[in-house]
Protein backbone atom coordinates (compact mmCIF):
# COMPACT_ATOMS: atom_id res chain seq x y z
CA UNK A 1 0.00 0.00 0.00
CA UNK A 2 2.69 2.37 0.84
CA UNK A 3 4.28 2.20 -2.87
CA UNK A 4 0.52 3.22 -4.02
CA UNK A 5 0.75 6.77 -1.78
CA UNK A 6 4.33 7.08 -3.23
CA UNK A 7 3.38 6.89 -7.08
CA UNK A 8 -0.10 9.16 -5.87
CA UNK A 9 2.51 11.65 -4.46
CA UNK A 10 4.87 11.24 -7.27
CA UNK A 11 2.02 12.28 -9.90
CA UNK A 12 0.33 15.15 -7.65
CA UNK A 13 4.28 16.80 -7.51
CA UNK A 14 3.56 17.32 -11.65
CA UNK A 15 0.37 19.56 -11.20
CA UNK A 16 1.64 22.93 -11.00
CA UNK A 17 0.08 23.84 -7.69
CA UNK A 18 1.03 27.46 -8.07
CA UNK A 19 -1.00 27.92 -11.03
CA UNK A 20 -3.93 26.19 -9.54
CA UNK A 21 -3.65 28.61 -6.87
CA UNK A 22 -3.75 31.58 -9.23
CA UNK A 23 -6.69 30.29 -10.96
CA UNK A 24 -8.48 29.49 -7.24
CA UNK A 25 -7.73 33.37 -5.97
CA UNK A 26 -9.14 34.66 -9.63
CA UNK A 27 -12.36 32.52 -8.83
CA UNK A 28 -12.51 33.04 -5.13
CA UNK A 29 -13.05 29.44 -4.72
CA UNK A 30 -11.22 29.07 -1.31
CA UNK A 31 -13.63 31.55 0.11
CA UNK A 32 -15.01 30.68 3.38
CA UNK A 33 -13.12 27.58 3.55
CA UNK A 34 -11.62 26.69 6.55
CA UNK A 35 -10.19 23.35 6.13
CA UNK A 36 -11.29 21.75 2.85
CA UNK A 37 -9.13 23.66 0.15
CA UNK A 38 -9.91 23.52 -3.81
CA UNK A 39 -6.75 21.59 -3.81
CA UNK A 40 -7.59 19.09 -1.38
CA UNK A 41 -10.72 18.78 -3.82
CA UNK A 42 -8.97 18.38 -6.41
CA UNK A 43 -6.71 15.69 -5.09
CA UNK A 44 -9.21 13.73 -3.64
CA UNK A 45 -11.55 13.53 -7.09
CA UNK A 46 -7.95 12.81 -9.01
CA UNK A 47 -7.67 9.93 -6.79
CA UNK A 48 -11.12 8.27 -7.47
CA UNK A 49 -10.37 9.10 -11.32
CA UNK A 50 -7.27 7.05 -11.59
CA UNK A 51 -8.22 4.61 -8.94
CA UNK A 52 -11.46 4.11 -11.38
CA UNK A 53 -14.04 4.75 -8.48
CA UNK A 54 -18.24 4.39 -9.63
CA UNK A 55 -19.65 6.16 -6.79
CA UNK A 56 -19.21 8.77 -4.05
CA UNK A 57 -19.51 6.47 -1.68
CA UNK A 58 -17.27 3.97 -3.33
CA UNK A 59 -14.35 6.62 -3.17
CA UNK A 60 -15.27 7.12 0.26
CA UNK A 61 -14.70 3.62 1.23
CA UNK A 62 -11.23 4.16 -1.15
CA UNK A 63 -10.25 7.38 0.82
CA UNK A 64 -11.14 5.94 4.16
CA UNK A 65 -8.76 2.97 3.79
CA UNK A 66 -5.94 5.31 3.62
CA UNK A 67 -6.99 7.65 6.08
CA UNK A 68 -4.12 8.06 8.60
CA UNK A 69 -2.55 8.92 5.23
CA UNK A 70 -4.26 11.80 4.32
CA UNK A 71 -1.52 14.17 5.00
CA UNK A 72 0.94 12.81 2.84
CA UNK A 73 -1.53 12.57 -0.16
CA UNK A 74 -2.70 16.01 -0.15
CA UNK A 75 -6.00 15.47 1.10
CA UNK A 76 -6.20 17.72 4.42
CA UNK A 77 -7.39 16.54 7.05
CA UNK A 78 -11.19 16.40 7.00
CA UNK A 79 -12.02 14.01 4.33
CA UNK A 80 -15.25 13.17 4.62
CA UNK A 81 -18.58 12.34 2.28
CA UNK A 82 -20.20 15.41 3.26
CA UNK A 83 -17.00 17.88 2.87
CA UNK A 84 -16.28 16.56 -0.61
CA UNK A 85 -20.06 16.34 -1.65
CA UNK A 86 -20.45 20.20 -0.55
CA UNK A 87 -17.31 20.86 -2.20
CA UNK A 88 -18.35 19.27 -5.28
CA UNK A 89 -21.46 20.61 -5.12
CA UNK A 90 -21.06 24.21 -4.23
CA UNK A 91 -17.79 25.06 -5.79
CA UNK A 92 -17.39 26.61 -9.52
CA UNK A 93 -16.51 23.90 -12.34
CA UNK A 94 -14.64 26.60 -13.84
CA UNK A 95 -12.01 26.31 -11.33
CA UNK A 96 -11.31 22.64 -12.58
CA UNK A 97 -12.06 23.03 -16.38
CA UNK A 98 -9.37 26.34 -16.78
CA UNK A 99 -6.59 24.02 -14.53
CA UNK A 100 -7.62 21.30 -17.09
CA UNK A 101 -6.75 23.67 -20.39
CA UNK A 102 -3.50 24.73 -18.44
CA UNK A 103 -2.41 20.53 -18.16
CA UNK A 104 -3.78 20.13 -21.97
CA UNK A 105 -1.58 23.38 -22.62
CA UNK A 106 1.20 21.86 -21.09
CA UNK A 107 0.63 18.37 -22.48
CA UNK A 108 1.13 19.63 -25.96
CA UNK A 109 4.14 21.39 -25.83
CA UNK A 110 5.72 18.76 -24.43
CA UNK A 111 4.57 16.17 -26.45
CA UNK A 112 3.95 17.44 -29.58
CA UNK A 113 6.83 18.13 -31.87
CA UNK A 114 6.48 19.65 -35.61
CA UNK A 115 6.73 16.08 -37.09
CA UNK A 116 3.55 14.25 -35.12
CA UNK A 117 1.38 17.51 -34.58
CA UNK A 118 -1.62 17.60 -36.98
CA UNK A 119 -3.60 20.08 -38.28
CA UNK A 120 -7.49 20.01 -37.35
CA UNK A 121 -10.00 22.56 -38.82
CA UNK A 122 -13.03 22.73 -36.34
CA UNK A 123 -13.30 20.65 -33.71
CA UNK A 124 -12.27 17.77 -32.30
CA UNK A 125 -14.47 15.48 -30.23
CA UNK A 126 -13.15 12.45 -27.75
CA UNK A 127 -16.56 9.97 -27.44
CA UNK A 128 -16.34 7.60 -24.31
CA UNK A 129 -17.74 3.87 -25.07
CA UNK A 130 -17.62 2.83 -21.46
CA UNK A 131 -20.47 0.77 -20.49
CA UNK A 132 -22.66 2.19 -17.92
CA UNK A 133 -24.86 0.03 -15.90
CA UNK A 134 -28.65 0.85 -15.59
CA UNK A 135 -31.10 -0.07 -13.49
CA UNK A 136 -33.21 -3.00 -15.03
CA UNK A 137 -36.36 -2.31 -13.34
CA UNK A 138 -35.70 1.53 -14.10
CA UNK A 139 -34.66 1.06 -17.48
CA UNK A 140 -36.50 -1.48 -19.16
CA UNK A 141 -34.77 -1.02 -22.20
CA UNK A 142 -31.36 -1.92 -21.03
CA UNK A 143 -31.77 -5.84 -20.70
CA UNK A 144 -28.30 -7.30 -20.29
CA UNK A 145 -26.79 -9.14 -22.37
CA UNK A 146 -23.14 -11.26 -22.20
CA UNK A 147 -22.05 -9.13 -25.48
CA UNK A 148 -21.59 -6.08 -25.31
CA UNK A 149 -20.45 -3.08 -28.08
CA UNK A 150 -20.63 0.45 -27.70
Known amino acids: ?3 GKYIFAQRADFL ?3 VFDRIVKNHQGNKYVR ?8 L ?3 FGQLTVRDSMRDLMLSLEAHQ ?3 YHLGFGQTVTRRNL ?7 SYKIFEEFAYVLIDQARRSCC ?3 FEVQVDGNVY ?3 STTIDLCLSVFRWSEFRKTKAA
Not at 35 to 42: H, R
Not at 85 to 91: I, L, M, V
Open 85 to 91: GKANERR
Open 16 to 18: PRR
Open 35 to 42: SFTCWNQM
Open 113 to 115: KND
Open 68 to 70: SKY
Open 126 to 128: ALD
Open 44 to 46: CMV
Open 1 to 3: MNQ
